[in-house]
């Protein structure tokens, strides 16, 4: 019995180390592929890929596993420049979208989803916003582009700012259908708020932290990634032999 509380406590001070940000300020943006009606990591329900989603980056989403704090929160991403290009590209026009988040972007070796409390991605940011795009609602053509000068119309990573909204901005606001999480899932394991503030009655808990899950680190390289599991199951048999 004891070794297993030393296990969860070392577990527990080597991993939570979730992003506490801002309510505005500077991420990255990319976009991925999310099939339509699909339940993403959050389980919002299909209906809510009908209007803008986004994953957010594992640290700052705030669990490893299933809903973490972020789920639901709504966000107003507007692009700054093109990260990736040379020159970056500036828009001419301002282009914004609230998003829903309903998806977890993993954490990873490298990738624009591995920032962390301590060290931002190599752009300096330490959120990154996954778009699922194009969608039924932004349209492929969405983001700017100026195909004469670059070649090419997807710039793939952009600078961008957020900041909290409340989600009755979000376009889904009015579809109930697109709010809340899906019904036949076990409510252990889905939560998506509608609108939340942070309150504990409304928002999120993070799944990981209440079941004692390590951020899913599955895509480093096996060494690396072994580091942590190791030293924890070293610390808590070291304790072990001392404390009995
Ligand atoms: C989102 O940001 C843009 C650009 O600053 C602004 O024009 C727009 O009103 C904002 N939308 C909301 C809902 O805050
Ligand atoms: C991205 O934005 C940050 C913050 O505004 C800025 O410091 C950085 O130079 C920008 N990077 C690029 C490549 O535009
Ligand atoms: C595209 O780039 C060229 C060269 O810099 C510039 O003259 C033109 O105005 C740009 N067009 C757009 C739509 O940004
Ligand atoms: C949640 O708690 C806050 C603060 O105690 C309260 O103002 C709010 O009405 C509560 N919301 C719900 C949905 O119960
Ligand atoms: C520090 C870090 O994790 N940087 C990563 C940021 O994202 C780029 C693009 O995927 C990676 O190449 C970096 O390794």
Request: hydrophobic share 35%.
């Amino acid at each position: 019995m004891r070794l297993f509380i030393c296990i969860l406590m070392y577990t527990h001070l080597a991993f939570a180390q979730w992003i506490d940000y801002p309510d505005e300020g500077t991420a990255t943006l990319t976009h991925y592929d999310l099939p339509k009606d699909y339940i993403a990591a959050c389980g919002c329900t299909g209906d809510s890929t009908h209007y803008p989603t986004a994953a957010l980056s594992q640290m700052a989403y705030g669990s490893s596993a299933a809903f973490g704090p972020a789920c639901g929160y709504c966000f107003n991403l507007t692009l700054l420049n093109s990260y990736t290009s040379t020159p970056p590209f500036f828009p001419t026009v301002t282009k914004s979208v609230v998003v829903k988040i309903t998806d977890r972007c993993p954490l990873s070796e490298g990738g624009w989803c591995s920032g962390t409390e301590d060290k931002p991605n190599s752009s300096g940011q330490y959120l990154n916003f996954d778009l699922a795009y194009p969608s039924s609602y932004i349209k492929d053509g969405w983001f700017p582009s100026n195909v004469s000068y670059y070649g090419y119309t997807d710039f793939g990573v952009w600078n961008i700012t957020y900041k909290v909204v409340s989600c009755t901005h979000w376009a889904g606001w009015n579809n109930a259908a697109a709010l809340g999480s899906v019904a036949y899932l076990d409510s252990s394991s889905v939560c998506c708020p509608a609108n939340p503030t942070g309150n504990s009655n409304d928002t999120c808990p993070s799944y990981s932290d209440h079941n004692g899950l390590a951020p899913d680190t599955t895509t480093d390289d096996a060494f690396s990634s072994n580091i942590p599991t190791l030293t924890t199951f070293v610390l808590a048999f070291v304790t072990f032999i001392l404390f009995n």
